[in-house]
């Protein structure tokens, strides 16, 4: 009972408990509402959590954020994971989104076009390159190692009914193949020193026989899987000096004698020995390649119609360089690094390596042993529409002096690349050459003004 105490109500104990007691049964305050975290970073009206979801990977994070921020996520399409809005992520050839972590360790470039796709999906060749799935039709596999390689290093044998990478295949009838060995000519009454390997196609004719001038010469008589079946590839031994026209005037006699055809699908490619250049001279030879397929793409209208003779030729099997490993190499060849090809190849991430169907091909020069360049351009069927006309004497001295060419160019490049000049006008180009190869070049520019 309350009483009054020096003109104060006084409490009884019991009353003091009753009215503590019912402060503490008051309903209790509710919790805020927890924010977006997204939207807290960015210093947005803060929206409330509608979500918890978890973020990155491999390591992940759980964040909760509202309806806004889960629709602004991005998804990689190989793990199914989720990212950060503002995290970067990489768009795959075939349009695949993969994040950071997947890029760097899951994600391979095509070695002959520069795409990049996931490396489950990639072909992986048994020279250790791996390519895109899209030239699944561009390869075969070796029946006796089982390794993928490219259609141009296989060769089909009839009795098998297999396909055999060209160091495997088996020694059947007029289908032969040796290991390379140079033959060393002391003779250069056709002036080029370096050492070439030619390989020469033609189809629909008879069987060339092994004999004692092809056991000397000739390493490989083999399909090939550009050709049509009855069509053969016939590449030499490493030849150089007055030893390559004297192959070349006899692998015409023979494709004249026993009827070959040289169709659209045919084309000649030789291989010009780089192994004793370092990297100067290296990035010389591709600026000089560069600098030559500028001229080509440079429209007709403003360089002579004799480069015509050099443009007719590109196709699919010998295209121009692609912008992504133009731009690779340049990364190389126009800077002051001190490295080779091939050194550039492993270190410049991710590399866009080169096709192997370019007109002129660097990729032999990534090798440590052997390096060389393919120049792949020479289309037989061109030359005979315009020249030759069905004429193989003819076809043959063109394309000695298409070697010639070639070699003058490379050397020029090695030696002396500051004097090298590329201009549209093929008389102002041709004048820097011997006079043989000067001549032969300006006789373009009759001929081709003549089938425009």
């Known amino acids: 009972m309350a009483t009054i105490c020096g003109g104060l109500l006084a409490k009884s104990p019991h009353h003091w408990f009753y009215e503590t007691e019912t402060r503490m049964k008051k309903e209790p305050e509710t919790e805020p509402d927890l924010c977006c975290e997204y939207c807290e970073d960015e210093h947005r009206h803060n929206q409330p959590v509608a979500e918890v979801v978890e973020i990155g990977y491999p390591q992940t994070r759980v964040v909760q954020l509202c309806d806004e921020c889960v629709s602004e996520l991005q998804e990689c399409e190989h793990t199914n994971s989720l990212h950060h809005p503002d995290a970067e992520m990489h768009e795959l050839a075939h349009g695949t989104i993969v994040c950071e972590y997947v890029f760097e360790n899951d994600v391979g470039c095509c070695d ?20 895109s799935p899209d030239y699944e039709d561009e390869v075969r596999t070796c029946y006796e190692t089982g390794e993928m390689y490219h259609i141009d290093e296989m060769v089909y044998v009839d009795s098998y009914e297999e396909w055999f990478h060209h160091e495997h295949a088996p020694q059947i009838g007029d289908r032969w193949y040796k290991n390379f060995s140079k033959i060393y000519s002391q003779k250069f009454t056709y002036p080029v020193r370096n050492f070439v390997g030619i390989e020469f196609e033609a189809e629909h004719g008879d069987s060339i026989r092994p004999d004692e001038w092809t056991d000397t010469f000739i390493a490989e008589a083999k ?90 030729m590109i196709r699919g099997y010998a295209d121009y360089q692609g912008n992504h490993y133009r731009d ?125």
Not at 226 to 239: F, K, N, Q, R, V
Not at 284 to 305: D, G, I, M, P
């Open 223 to 312: 399909e090939d899987g550009s050709l049509d079946c009855d069509g053969t590839e016939y590449t030499t031994h490493p030849i150089r000096g007055d030893d390559i026209p004297n192959v070349v005037d006899e692998m015409m006699s023979r494709f004249s004698r026993e009827g070959f055809d040289m169709s659209h699908n045919v084309g000649w490619h030789f291989h010009w020995e780089a192994q004793r250049y370092g990297a100067k001279a290296q990035k010389n030879l591709w600026n000089a390649v560069e600098s030559f397929e500028n001229v080509l793409r440079t429209s007709e209208t403003e360089s002579s119609s004799g480069f015509n003779y050099f443009r007719n």
């Open 112 to 131: 002959w076009n520069g795409d990049y796709h996931l490396n489950e999906d990639m072909l992986h060749l048994g020279n250790g390159e791996a390519v």
């Open 328 to 452: 690779w190499a340049s990364a190389w060849a126009k800077t002051q690094v001190d490295y080779e090809y091939t050194d550039h190849f492993r270190r410049y991430e991710r590399h866009n390596a080169q096709s192997p169907r370019a007109f002129v091909n660097f990729t032999p020069l990534r090798n440590r042993d052997g390096k060389r360049i393919e120049v792949r351009m020479y289309h037989p069927s061109s030359v005979m529409s315009h020249e030759a006309q069905g004429d193989y004497e003819l076809l043959g001295d063109d394309y000695k002096m298409f070697i010639r060419f070639w070699d003058e160019l490379f050397r020029k490049a090695v030696h002396r690349y500051n004097d090298l000049h590329f201009s549209p006008n093929i008389n102002e180009f041709a004048s820097q050459f011997t006079g043989p190869t000067r001549r032969w070049l300006r006789n373009k520019e009759k001929i081709y003004n003549k089938n425009v």
